[in-house]
């Protein structure tokens, strides 16, 4: 294609060149052959004017011998003619058979102007001739004319010698510049070629690549032109891929879930929390309605749409669970007052909404638990000042029920101050090096009459003999004590197992008992403070619903890990990984 490009061109300038140089040839050839004729005629003039004085002198005699005479010295045919046309004398032929000439061109010319010229051609000797004529004037009186004719065949032969002569030096011209044109294009076409290859090379990315075109006159100034162009559009292409490569990490960080939306619903971009939050690897190129398929949101889109101003609205889905998110949709603009599309940016709310719901549980789990010792206290206070304080028996029972809720009160009041110091770092965990076993004979000898008035046996099972443990010696006993006495409360008939194994490598000490077990969808909230499986069950035996909670906060504080495993029917076994 560049090739016929510059064949294109070549062959334009080659006709250009052609065809300048045809009419210079052409031109040359008229105006010299003009110039060379208008001087003959003047020197014909000149002749004819001295030929003419010479006859009105009366210097002649014969004018036949006359003619013939001039002819051999000058070379020019020449006629002599009266005032009336009639020729008298002529050097190539008998005037008595020459016709009158008083019509002829040249003849009518010199009549009027005293001299006149004409070309044209000779009937007699078939060829054409240059007449130059001049009037005789002898005494003021028009007498005659003289006529000097030369043959143009002489004339053409050297215009002819003339225009061979132009002929060669134009085809050397011409050949010669045509090696220059041809040179130049190729010159030409090669730095076309290198500044083509060159732009192909920037526009694949090569942009360390160089145009070299030293001595190519303008072509040097482009390379140079070019280079820079390629250092500054590199520079650009760096910094636009930088601020991409930036722009790009911090959508893929942002810890909200993020989708860019066309306006034809379609997601262009989404963030990794975005896949994450609606469990899908593939969210760009899709329809929004088939990832976010919530009528709140469809109507928020249609809104913003609608009114181009921002909009927010609350979901709720069930993504692996109920999930609440907060949802902000923005209009998205490139160009002033042209739509490109929409931003929407997902608040996870559901931890919050947790917390809160988790709130507004414990302060109506512990009006209600702190409500019921205290109503009964001071019930049962208002009886005996209303007079049954005097009946000894009713009394003292009285007097007992007072004394186990205001216990249960005060065990309440403990556990949440032991839940607050955790929380908040006040209690601190001293940690040494002694054998777990050693506080599990202890638990077990704390719990063994609890457990005996239950018809419960408690075993201690440690396949590996004697552990060490790093740990805050009461708190560890804590933990096992509160696992332990949860196990025993729950626990109709079976027995009770406290001990140590492995799993994957890791040591940890266990509870497990032969109780109803505890159903899978409860399990999770476990360690909640005051949740109970059996609410009415826990408060017959007296729990605080805290127990749990304090060993998940103690467990934590050691850096440990809980896990409980149950199953209806057969058991629970709470797992603590050290």
Known sequence: MKRRLFRRVFILYFVALLVSAVFMHFYLTSVIRSSYIKELTRSMSTQALMIAGVISSGGVADLNEFTGTTKQDTGLRMTIL????????????????????????????????????????????????????????????HKGFVRLAVPLKKVNESINTLRLKINLAAITVFLLFGLVLIYQTERIRKFVMKISEYAGALAHGLFKKRLYLEGAGEFTELAHSLNNMAMELEETIKTGDEEAKRLNVILRSIPDALLLINVHNIIEISNNAARDLFGSEKLDGRPFLEVVRSPVFIALMDEVKKNRLPGAAELTFDLAGERFLYVRVSPLYYQVGE???????????????????????????VSHEIK??????????????????????????FLTTIKTHSERLNRLVEDLLIISRLELGVMTVNKTEFHVTDIIDEVMQISIVRAAEKNLSIKKSVDQGEALINADRDRLTQILLNLT???????????????????????????????????????????????????????????????????????????????????????TTVKVFY
């Not at 004409?118 to 060829?127: E, M, V, W």
């Not at 739509?339 to 789990?365: C, P, S, W, Y």
């Not at 019921?372 to 009713?394: C, M, Q, R, W």
């Not at 492995?502 to 909640?528: A, C, I, M």
């Open 82 to 141: 009266d005032a009336t046309g009639r020729v008298l004398g002529d050097s190539d032929n008998d005037p008595s058979t020459m016709d009158n000439h008083i019509n002829r061109p040249e003849i009518q010319q010199a009549i009027v102007s005293g001299t006149g010229w004409s070309i044209r051609f000779s009937d007699t000797l078939k060829y054409d001739l240059l007449y130059v004529v001049t009037k005789i004037v002898q005494s003021g009186e």
């Open 485 to 571: 006495d949860n196990a025993v409360k729950f626990t109709d008939k079976g027995e009770i197992e406290i001990g140590l194994d492995r799993e994957d490598g890791r040591h940890y000490f266990y509870v497990r008992d032969t109780g109803p077990g505890v159903p899978q969808k409860y399990l999770s909230r476990l360690g909640e403070r005051f949740f109970r499986v059996d609410p009415s069950r826990s408060r017959e035996l007296g729990g605080t619903g805290l127990g749990l909670a304090i060993v998940k906060h103690l467990v934590k504080a050691h850096g440990w890990e809980m896990k409980i495993e149950s199953e209806e029917g057969k058991g």
């Open 339 to 365: 739509l490109a599309g929409f931003v929407a940016i997902f608040h996870d709310t559901t931890q919050m909404k947790k917390l809160e719901q988790m709130r507004k549980d414990f302060v109506a789990n």
């Open 372 to 397: 019921t010792p205290i109503t009964s206290i001071k019930g049962f206070a208002e009886t005996l000042l209303d007079g049954a304080l005097y009946d000894k028996e009713n009394a003292e029972r």
